[in-house]
């Protein structure tokens, strides 16, 4: 079971910035990667960044040389700073793991997210 905790949302100016935190919380499952993802109002969820169990990262291309996704093991927290944010990144911004665990020699994969925190960038 894996459970998911965003945190560090808000409302800044454009050009500002903010820091997202997510708490991760698992019990038996093997985390492979925790990744962040945001919808705006009326559209599709996005992938924004994710960083693999190995410490490699991608971004989406909207949010490359802006965002940073960086994890502290010790405090079990993946965190999203965003920098130089324009209106066009509001959204609210969620948390997602992909893990996996064994179960009777068979691998089973699991995908969770968090309850999401809203971001507000104004013009």
């Known amino acids: 079971q894996v459970q998911l905790v965003e945190s560090g949302g808000g409302l800044v100016q454009a050009g500002g910035s903010l820091r997202l935190s997510c708490v991760v919380s698992?019990?038996?499952?093997?985390?492979?990667?925790i990744g962040w993802h945001r919808q705006a109002p009326g559209k599709q969820r996005e992938f924004v960044a994710r960083?693999?169990?190995?410490?490699?990262?991608n971004y989406a291309d909207s949010v490359k040389g802006r965002f940073t996704i960086s994890r502290d093991n010790a405090k079990n927290t993946v965190y999203l700073q965003m920098n130089s944010l324009k209106p066009e990144d509001t959204a609210v911004y969620y948390c997602?793991?992909?893990?996996?665990?064994?179960?009777?020699?068979?691998?089973?994969?699991?995908?969770?997210w968090g309850q999401g925190t809203q971001v507000t960038v104004s013009s």
């Open positions: 960083i693999f169990s190995g410490g490699s990262t």
């Open positions: 997602h793991a992909q893990a996996s665990t064994v179960v009777a020699g068979s691998t089973r994969n699991t995908d969770d």
């Open positions: 698992v019990i038996t499952f093997r985390i492979n990667a």
